[in-house]
């Protein structure tokens, strides 16, 4: 690919544009449906990758596909990431919406047991497990709590083990029970 004339703004012409959307669109469309099987909401962040590109292109332009597709990536990851915020809000809505006291009680008795257990954990298990409770990638929780991030995957399997054995124990079970 000839190199892109970027102004001083870093700011691309209307021709360096078109030829870089006709290049990558397909592929960055591609990408985006695979990862998020929706093509509406695929093409929709796709629009925003190339506007992102188009108002405020890269300062290396020699590898214009690669910073597209992260670009692109890193708009999707956002977009699961707001939609399973949303869900989570959506669900916690429809739990406050019950009225029978019974179920409310046994709710806010098994909410204790979990905090409970949660707080018998060290520091580092709570945070971690809360972390990926919520939706942070490995890489996110490695940052959180400076650990490298393939250390991640054992530090959790770890903490639900112990959370489980605590979990277990306030709730006056055996161990097999889950």
């Known amino acids: ?9 870093r700011s691309l012409n209307n021709k360096d544009f078109k030829n870089v959307f006709e290049k990558h669109y397909t592929g960055v469309y591609r990408l985006l449906t695979c990862f998020l099987s929706n093509r509406a909401t695929a093409e929709d962040i ?17 590898n214009v596909g690669g910073w597209l597709m992260r670009v692109a990536r890193n708009l999707a ?7 399973k915020s ?17 179920l ?10 979990i905090s409970q257990a949660l707080h018998s954990l060290t520091e580092r298990d709570r945070i971690c497990l809360t972390l990926r409770l919520s939706g942070m990638s490995y890489a996110e929780i490695a940052q959180a709590i400076e650990v490298k991030e393939t250390s991640v995957g054992t530090i959790l399997a770890r903490a639900k083990e112990r959370f489980k054995v605590e979990y277990l124990k306030l709730k006056g079970r055996d161990d097999n029970v889950l």
């Open 77 to 83: 990851y956002n977009h699961l990431h707001r939609e």
């Open 86 to 102: 949303r869900a989570v809000r959506e669900s916690h809505m429809e739990l406050m919406q019950i009225t029978e006291p019974e």
């Open 104 to 113: 409310r009680f046994e709710e806010e008795e098994e909410k204790d047991v």
């Open 1 to 9: 690919m000839p190199v892109l004339s970027v102004e001083k703004k």
């Open 46 to 62: 796709a629009q925003e990758t190339f506007l992102k590109f188009y108002l405020s292109p890269p300062r290396e332009l020699d």
